[in-house]
C-alpha cells in the first residue's frame, strides 16, 4: 500500500517526529464545607400571649424585642438577631412567671377573702 506524500500512514507518526503523549494529573476533589446560620426564633407567639394573657407590660417589650429579630437578620446583623432573640426569650419568660404568680395568688387571696374574712367582718358588724 502506497501513502501520498506528506501524509502519515494511521496509527503511525510522522517519519521524523516524535510522537508525544500526553498526560493528565487530577489533583483529589477538594471538600468545602460552608456553615450556614439558620434565622434565631423570634419568639413571636410567646411574646404575644404572654402580651395579652399575662403581665402585659413586659410581655409587650417582648414582642418589640421578637419584631427586631427579623428585621435585623435581614440587615445582615446576625449578633444582633441573636441578641434581639435571647433578650425577647428572657422577657416573655419574665412575664409568663408574672402572669402566672398573679394568678395564682388571686386564686388564694379571692377565696379567702370572700370565704374568710368577709364573712368574720360581717359578723363583728352584726353582733
Not at 18 to 29: F, K, L, Y
Not at 30 to 57: G, R, Y
Not at 63 to 76: K, P, Q
Request: some cysteine.
Amino acid at each position: 500500500m502506497s501513502v501520498a506524500p506528506g501524509y502519515a500512514q494511521p496509527g503511525y507518526g510522522q517519519p521524523g517526529m516524535q510522537q508525544q503523549s500526553t498526560v493528565v494529573v487530577g489533583g483529589a476533589p477538594q471538600t468545602m464545607v460552608i456553615i450556614q446560620e439558620s434565622k434565631p426564633d423570634n419568639h413571636v407567639c410567646m411574646a404575644v400571649f404572654t402580651c395579652l394573657c399575662c403581665f402585659w407590660p413586659i410581655g409587650l417589650a417582648s414582642l418589640i424585642f421578637a419584631c427586631m429579630v427579623d428585621s435585623r437578620w435581614e440587615s445582615g446583623d446576625k449578633e444582633g438577631a441573636k441578641s434581639a432573640s435571647r433578650t425577647a426569650s428572657t422577657l416573655w419568660k419574665i412575664a409568663l412567671g408574672l402572669g402566672l404568680a398573679a394568678i395564682i395568688i388571686v386564686v388564694i387571696i379571692v377565696p379567702v377573702y370572700f370565704l374568710v374574712i368577709l364573712p368574720a367582718q360581717v359578723i363583728n358588724a352584726i353582733g
